[in-house]
């Protein structure tokens, strides 16, 4: 059970396990799927693949461009992806962990845990964010 301030949230996507995980450390791909809203888009992605290495993705909706910024810690290539995740809604030692369990040679499961949210608030939002994300990632890769 998850402590208040952090969530988890699961999807299988009817995708190769690899081009699951690549999406989530491709810019291009990213600027794709990265739209918890769907007011939304990503004009800037910039990512460096590599454990220690950094990413940027600037959410916008309409004027207003929301900066989400963090650092790879853990690339263990087509299993687990676990990066920071810094933004105005998040405390700063804020973390997402992904997780890939292949069901098929064309199903995924990708299980998503953040922990980090200064309130109940912000995690049920991020909750609804994360959701909408991975729904548009499904439809990407498929």
């Given at each position: 059970m998850n402590r208040p301030f952090e969530l988890t949230v699961k999807r299988k996507i009817p995708a190769p396990v690899k081009t699951v995980f690549e999406a989530w450390l491709t810019a291009d791909a990213l600027k794709k799927f990265m739209c918890p809203a769907d007011n939304m888009s990503v004009p800037k992605a910039e990512v460096d693949a590599t454990e220690g290495g950094k990413f940027l993705i600037v959410m916008q909706a309409g004027d207003k461009e929301m900066p989400h910024s963090g650092q790879y810690k853990r690339i263990d290539k087509y299993?687990?992806?676990?990066?920071?995740?810094?933004?105005?809604?998040?405390i700063p030692d804020s973390l997402v962990t992904l997780t890939f369990n292949e069901l098929s040679e064309r199903e995924?499961?990708?299980?998503?845990?953040?922990?980090?949210?200064?309130?109940?608030?912000?995690?049920?939002n991020h909750n609804g964010g994360w959701s909408s994300i991975m729904e548009k990632l499904s439809k990407l890769v498929t």
């Open positions: 299993k687990e992806l676990s990066f920071t995740w810094i933004s105005s809604y998040t995924t499961e990708l299980t998503l845990h953040h922990a980090g949210f200064p309130n109940e608030e912000s995690r049920d």
